[in-house]
């Protein structure tokens, strides 16, 4: 599913009278945060009683301790307010969105993509502008999506003030086809453009990625999503959800596919459903990623399947790597995903960076 | 086994007297290295002969080289001594320790944990007091130990001077259990007590936090074990040792399960015997833990069991991550165990931080 | 295959001349970049016709935009030229090579090795001089091969100014051999010698360096690759290359076996052999390695064969670990190979530091 998609299934299921209806975020920010009372009325005691093997009791507040001092209360609740607004913004909308499934022309049974490098800005956050290097005015690029056996042809526009070429990390291409400066080709100048034309080789969830003064330029945004579909699909390929999560940690701040919390977009998915999530580091440090309530089955390291699927619910991702893992959505709510390096996803000013959510549905 | 009980089992077995006799740390200390006298009488020769496919030789110290400037010996010399006092204190005593066992109350057939969060003064090696956030006045808070199918209360009374909340890190809860502020539950104000209650899902090393300002009160050491014990124990369940061991790095400096070296505790074991590690990296870097002499068994990752169970001797942390491994103890002594990015273990002055020692006793 | 033996195939095999046959580096650069002028003889049009699904087309150059201002031009013209001096000198000799195999004396039956530990100058790349504190002059220092079962015997001379102590990462040997100040042995002083001497207990991937002030003494060299071959040799064992690759990031910079970019060494295998790379971190740092064109596929972790070997093309390796891996050499041409955390690797004056090629020849 392309990101616009779940961005138009989150439009039409998961709007706030959606969250309303679940029971998360907001009837709970509505119904007591907000007006920082506890609940009273729901004593330790009550919540006990009745309570058997499978059923589960909402967590109760007892009595406020009056002999805290009002002024750090107000600091404190001062701080309750940030969290409580960048939870309430989410997700909030930003201009565009990076990650597009970009559709290939056909010509002569070749699937050509277009890819434009160039100087723009964007926007991680609402109001957050920052300069990017960006292929077709995304980060990440326009998601590429093929078949095993496919002929593609990609022809590179730079626009960029310096010289780029584009590595294709994870396909085993023909050496020409590599994507090194100097080693497999020139440079593509500025003002130049070049074509990359291969069968691809291998499937997987691959990316495609600047490999020319690639600190700056990849950091930059240079950078996208490769997927590359079997020609022999598997239970995997069908599942009921399939999202890329395009880690990065470089000029942009902490972001998934670009954006930073608030500003990141959920997973959506039903109650049931099983949702593939590809993970890519484009960054400089590892990411371990947890998952709030339900657990991930890995089932393939940088495109190949491992030979044996294990279970996690922290996935520490390193640069260059991709993960992909199913998940099983078993259990309804909005669930916290994030990034477990606690500086990467939260301040005393709330949570920031890299923080989702996986909303399951009923 | 708890740490209360290793600890028993430390002062009964691994006294000075026992470190003599098993001829480990302050034998070798008080005959060769306080003297500064190289063994002269062992030469290398005597050491080769009659050497079998079997047995093994100590070491020997050949003559030393004259030459060398007495200034810089000295200075040599001074810092050999501050290593060697740093061995010498191991295990160091301080006034708490942390990650105790915690008794629950039984309420109708109800395990009622109640958990305490404030300020304290923590002591991470001998003298040396940090500001701490902890759980009932330890860091790790206190272990928590129950049963697959157990139905459990935690009551969490906040008396730190800002919101909170607790998030259980690996338990599969139902949504409204989950410890998210805002998305599902209001946080813990000051001075307010709030009450989770659940059946455990899911069995495993798992963990305990703050998810509220967490990457201060994760930091400051709002945090701990929760050990679920599976329905159907497995032969490692019935391992002779089970041990934590929390990894951190955050405002109390490099520590396992809340001490630097020398307050670390070794984990003891007698030959023969199997000890199950529980790794749980509650920090913001990984910690690639060593153990000399003999190798890990990777047995489960975030509380699930591996498909096929592998063999290390040097296991990546990363933030977020549990690992349970097996080790065989099958070679007396005292073996170094420490994470390998040597600046988190070793300083000009001395070994600190991330060490401690695997003691296998005859 | 030693660094030596390599070398000295690499002298032969992948000359200059050898390059330029095989279309790759040297011949792009004579042609296309060096002159800074785009192929317009070879259209997009052009390389799609005739394109069969195994068929691949060498990257065509469109024409350039001419509106560029001359001055970015220019600046983004003599960081090209930068880059291509990098890759142009890429192998650059420098005086002295570490991982040498090192030959033991055969006395009775045992092996012996003899280590001296001394300060020396060592070049990392041509004319960069740092100082080292290495074994037998090398950084790495010797590289030692042995065979399980076999009686060795180490001798270690302390020409430092400070004590030292050798400790065998990975060998399970006995406490006494272990190599651990004031645990398992005195330091040796400087100007001391002291003999280690054991039956190797288990084959695999291992290294030796200092456990003394080791963040220091190992950052500056102290440390080498010492492996151990099975009594039973498997397929992995009959590998056509085998080759060590110690990663370092301490005081000497980021260095593959001692060098960095432009002066570390490739890998060079014929089309169709199998090359086994040991992978070990000796630094502090993660480095994610990448090879480009090819899969590696991981057969052993800290010298245990992994229970189901699996596929990668970045492979993630943590201090103190060592990870074997399999390249089935399917597609001939020079292959970037590099750490993947980009500022490892590359600056906006080229690649540097972590940075190598597999050089599959046709």
């Known amino acids: 599913m392309s990101d616009k998609s779940v961005l138009d299934a989150l439009e039409k299921k998961t709007s706030r009278r959606a969250f309303l209806r679940d029971g998360s975020v907001v009837a709970l920010v509505a119904g007591v945060a907000t007006s920082c009372k506890p609940d009273v009325n729901k004593a330790p005691a009550a919540a006990a009683s009745g309570a058997s093997a499978s059923g589960q009791t909402g967590g109760t507040m007892g009595p406020n301790d009056t002999s805290a001092g009002a002024k ?55 109001g957050r502008f920052v300069e990017a290097w960006a292929y077709n005015d995304q980060v990440p690029g326009p998601q590429i999506r093929v078949k095993e056996g496919d002929r593609v042809r990609v022809v ?78 598997t239970q995997y390929d069908r599942a009921d959800v399939d999202e890329v999560l395009v880690l990065n940690d470089g000029a942009h701040g902490y972001t998934f596919n670009g954006k930073s919390f608030p500003a990141t977009q959920p997973i959506v998915a039903k109650l049931g459903q099983k949702v593939r999530i590809r993970f890519m580091n484009e960054g400089m440090m590892i ?17 190949w399947p491992v030979p044996a699927p294990w279970r996690c619910d922290t996935l520490n991702v390193a640069p260059g790597e991709r993960w992909d893992v199913i998940v099983n959505c078993t259990s309804p709510g909005t669930w916290a995903f994030h990034c477990h390096i606690l500086p990467h996803a939260e301040s005393e000013h709330g949570m920031f960076g890299m923080v989702t959510a996986l909303v399951v549905q009923k």
């Open 156 to 233: 590179v526009h730079n626009q960029l003030p310096e010289s780029t070429v584009v590595h294709f990390h994870g396909l085993e291409l023909p050496n020409d086809q590599d994507g090194v400066p100097f080693i497999t080709q020139p440079p593509i100048k500025s003002g130049q453009s070049y074509t990359y034309e291969f069968t691809v080789p291998n499937s997987g969830s691959h990316m495609y990625h600047s490999h020319h003064n690639a600190a700056k330029q990849v950091g930059l945004g240079l950078l996208g999503a490769f997927l590359v579909e079997p020609k022999e699909p």
């Open 72 to 126: 750090t209360q107000s600091a404190a609740d001062a701080m309750d307010a940030m969290h409580e607004k960048g939870i309430r913004a989410f997700p909030a909308k930003t201009s565009t969105m990076g990650n597009q499934l970009l559709k290939p022309k056909l010509e002569n049974g070749v699937k050509v993509f277009e890819l434009t490098a160039k100087k723009i800005q964007w926007e991680t956050e609402p």
């Open 287 to 303: 990411h371990p990623m947890h998952l709030h309530g339900m657990h991930m089955t890995v089932i393939a390291k940088d495109g």
